[in-house]
């Protein structure tokens, strides 16, 4: 279970400015949920994604975060992973003249290893990766080249999907992984991820769309607005968001 | 934070500091005619040596130190520089590896580079030089059988003559700079060798140099001659044990190409870079030049320079063949307080040549790296090429990379393309990595290599993964 309470984050702009960014977030996920947090640009929902997956550049002022009991505020962020937190980006970064394939297995082995596991040899790892490919939608070519580099956005996006299926995480972030993506990859991206609820496995959904939500059935949607969870529900606040926007929302409609 | 982690990579020991106690026949320190004189004859050779020598000395005088590179360093004492050191174990000369002096082969054992084994595993002739003089030469009866002359440089002298007076000095003309003056006139030994016409090389040539007594300055030679239709790989690497004074280092290497032959010279230079105050270290002024005298040659330099405090190194092709080519591929990485101004010259004087030039800057800590490079199409360089492409990462805030390039065009076929890039090593990179679940050094190293990659893949392969291993080494301590 994922269980955040109180957090409280800011950044420090080039300016040395300091702006409060998450303003008292608290959510629980118990395993095997989806979540998904939908809310205006600018309400913190990407900080919230960063902060939860390690990303340094924030200052935590106040709140925790454990993962199934653990301190993940504590761990840097390889040990987060090596817990099974994912964040699939929402744009992924290219990585010159590191080839996809060895990237992907260095992980994998370099989590293995943190979860003493022995590493997966080549062969198998690469019977392993094709079949995933398949399911993403990516082909061969993707073996050989480098980390993202080149890549559409769309196709980056099946990679980041690619790796979620490769690592087999047991808390996955997606941020706004459907932005940008065309019906097909759409479709894929939400059939991988119902391919992977397993009764055990959470997840937390990040979008600005309903659409997603066609085909992926969220257990509770929060809405995010000024670095706050300001209302959760069941799937027709998706709808009533996608209707009216958020601006009922501020106002200080807001229970 | 990420700074402080980068750091403790960067910043481990350098691993080959060790001295080996061999006692050396060592001259005093400093440099006049009396000491080149006494370098000539200790080697025994004929006059037309000495003669060079000398005019190279007389000419040395006077010029002075060159100050264009982007380089700071307080000014060389060549007064206080020994100029002749050779190990006195091996005076008589070894006749094969057997008579080699123990410790000096454990030495290189320590280095990774057992002379028994790895050389013949690797299917490497092994030129060793241990300071001056070259010790213990392998394969020897192999190369003889396809008529190759891979052997030290005052050996040839000897065995030679003729073709060392026909080429010494034709590519790097002791006139050419300080440096190349100096070589001229003091250098001690180095490697020869002569590919007949038609031969492909059975094997890669490979020589690790290694200097060892304290104050000595090392000054090799190597020339290297692909007769009509030849081919041959030449590996150069080097490492050099901890010591806090500077060292000079001002080796010529001279390349010639005749028709349809192909070079290819390959470096790894890892020279003690000092220490993370700037204390110590190497200072290395090469000159490195290559002449495709033959249609269709073709001159291919890689380096991988991760050593030395100074390093001052230009590898070049004279492309005076038609349709001949050169190429140049380089890593630079400056780390602490190291500095590096590296790069190339292509002088484009056939018809149809084209050159390449794939140079990768990565600096850290304290480090300077520059690219310096010029790209000359002559009038009669009708429809010449080049690509010029010159990358630089950096790994800190304090850390500086500076591009020079240089293009003259007097032929209006030419053409000239030069690209050119600046990135910091990315925090998006780094977190995506970690995210990933890499340790950071190991994140470091990965987006490194892959920055490097271009320039491995013209490595030979052992090298290659030698090159990878080093740059983990170098780096280690380093992004901020």
Known sequence: MLEIRQLEVNIQDEKQTVKPILRGVNLQIQPGEVHVIMGPNGSGKSTLSNVLAGRDEYEITNGTVTLNGADLLAMNPEERAAHGVFLAFQYPTEIPGVNNMYFLRTALNSQRKLKNMPPL??????????????????????????????????????NEVLQMLVLEPSFIILDETDSGLDIDALQMVARCVNSMRDGKRSFLVVTHYQRLLDYITPDVIHVMAEGKIQKSGDKSLALELEEKGYSWLKNGSVS | MENKIIKEVV??????????????????????????????????????????????????????????????????DYQNIIYYSAPKSVKDGPKSLDEVDPKLLETYNKLGIPLHEQGRLAGVAVDAVFDSISVATTFKAKLAEAGVIFCPFSEAVHKYPELIEKYLGTVVPYRDNYFAALNSAVFSDGSFVYIPKGVRCPMELSTYFRINEAKTGQFERTLIIADEGSYVSYLEGCTAPMRDENQLHAAVVELVAMDNAQIKYSTVQNWYPGDEEGRGGIYNFVTKRGQCRGVNSKISWTQIETGSAITWKYPSV????????????????????????????????????????????????????????????LPGAK?????????????????????????????????????????????????YCRQRGLKTEDAISMIVNGFCKQVFNELPMEFAVEAQKLLEVSLEGSVG
């Open chain 1, 121 to 158: 040899d080549a062969a198998d790892f690469l019977a392993l990766v094709k079949t995933k490919m398949k399911e993403v939608g990516l082909n061969e070519s993707f073996l050989h080249r480098a980390v993202n580099e080149g890549f559409s956005g769309g196709e980056k996006k099946r």
């Open chain 2, 11 to 76: 910043d481990k020991q350098y691993p080959y500091g060790f001295e080996t106690k061999i006692e050396s026949d060592t001259i005093a320190a400093g440099l006049n005619e009396d000491v080149i004189r006494m370098i000539s004859a200790r080697k025994n050779e004929p006059e037309f040596m000495l003669a060079w020598r000398l005019k190279a000395y007389q000419h040395w005088l006077t010029m002075t130190p060159p100050e264009w590179a982007h380089l700071h360093h307080e000014p060389i």
């Open chain 2, 318 to 377: 004279i492309l005076q063949g038609d349709n001949s080519i050169g190429e140049f591929y380089s890593v630079a990485l400056t780390n602490n307080y190291q500095q590096a101004d590296t790069g190339t010259k292509m002088i484009h004087i056939g018809k149809n040549t084209r050159s390449t030039i794939i140079s990768k800057g990565i600096s850290a800590g304290h480090g300077q790296n520059a690219y310096r490079g010029l790209v000359r199409m």
């Open chain 2, 383 to 431: 429809n010449a090429r080049n690509y010029t492409q010159c990358d630089s990462l950096l790994l800190s805030d304090t850390c500086g990379a500076h591009t020079f390039p240089y293009i003259e065009v007097k032929n209006p076929t030419a053409h000239v393309e030069h690209e050119a890039s600046t990135s910091k090593i990315g925090e998006d990179q780094l977190f």
